[in-house]
């Protein structure tokens, strides 16, 4: 079993910037090996933003490219979601998860764990 506990969400103006963290406990050599987030909008179905893996190795949604950064602490299984320049568009809940690899937290059927999530609310 893994656990999930995020960090970082808020209220922030357009434009501005905004930090997640995510840490994960338990059971995390095999199952984060690979962590990474999905956001949820109003009205909207959940999706994939951004995944990483222990050696480094990233995957992003297209739409958020050039904004969004994620990284990891290889050393306390932390993940970080560092989002630039936000948008409305941007807020949403925003949860993190975790899994055996990579390709497991990109699609939201495979993925192994989910944090609670954290809003994300940007103000115009």
């Known amino acids: 079993q893994v656990q999930l506990v995020e960090s970082g969400g808020g209220l922030v103006q357009a434009g501005g910037s905004l930090r997640l963290s995510c840490a994960a406990s338990?059971?995390?050599?095999?199952?984060?090996?690979?962590m990474g987030w999905f956001r949820q909008a109003p009205g909207k179905e959940r999706e994939f933003v951004a995944g990483?893996?222990?050696?480094?190795?990233?995957k992003y949604a297209d739409s958020v490219k050039g904004r969004f950064t994620i990284s990891r602490d290889r050393g306390t299984y932390t993940a970080s979601l560092q989002i630039n320049d936000l948008k409305s568009e941007d807020t949403a809940v925003y949860y993190c998860?975790?899994?055996?690899?990579?390709?497991?937290?990109?699609?939201?059927?495979?993925?192994?764990?989910w944090g609670q999530g954290t809003q994300v609310t940007v103000s115009s």
């Open positions: 990483i893996n222990r050696m480094g190795a990233t």
């Open positions: 998860v975790a899994g055996g690899e990579l390709a497991k937290v990109t699609q939201e059927w495979s993925v192994g764990t």
């Open positions: 338990g059971r995390t050599n095999y199952g984060a090996y690979a």
